[in-house]
């Protein structure tokens, strides 16, 4: 069983930065991808970032591209998203997710895949 935990949520003010890290444990071989999500209130769950365990290699949505970095650490099983140039409009819940035996993707600027495992989430709030 696939456990994720995000923490450093917080509230910035425009154009400063967070960096949102994902304590995940439990994944094995069959887990193709890591991902962030976000969803504001109102508003659908929209892809951020993916990074494919295997290759390590990262796709980010083109509306955090240049600003928003995803990155892993295997030796401490914990995924990161460094957030810089924050905007208002980045103001949603962060969630970290796992795919299961499925894959995540990249087409025309957004990112998604079949993640079946997600954290609790942790709030961002960025202000004007």
């Known amino acids: 069983q696939v456990q994720l935990g995000e923490s450093g949520g917080g509230s910035v003010q425009a154009g400063g930065s967070l960096t949102l890290s994902c304590a995940a444990s439990g994944y094995t071989d069959s887990t193709k991808c890591l991902g962030w999500f976000r969803q504001a209130p109102g508003k659908e769950r929209e892809g951020v970032a993916i990074i494919y365990l295997g290759s390590g290699k990262t796709f980010s949505a083109d509306s955090v591209k240049g600003r928003f970095t995803i990155s892993q650490d295997n030796a401490r099983h914990t995924m990161y998203l460094q957030m810089n140039s924050l905007k208002p409009e980045d103001t949603a819940m962060y969630y970290c997710?796992?795919?299961?035996?499925?894959?995540?993707?990249?087409?025309?600027?957004?990112?998604?895949?079949?993640?079946?495992?997600w954290g609790q989430g942790t709030q961002v709030t960025v202000t004007s």
């Open positions: 997710a796992a795919t299961g035996g499925g894959y995540c993707y990249y087409s025309s600027g957004l990112v998604s895949g079949d993640f079946r495992y």
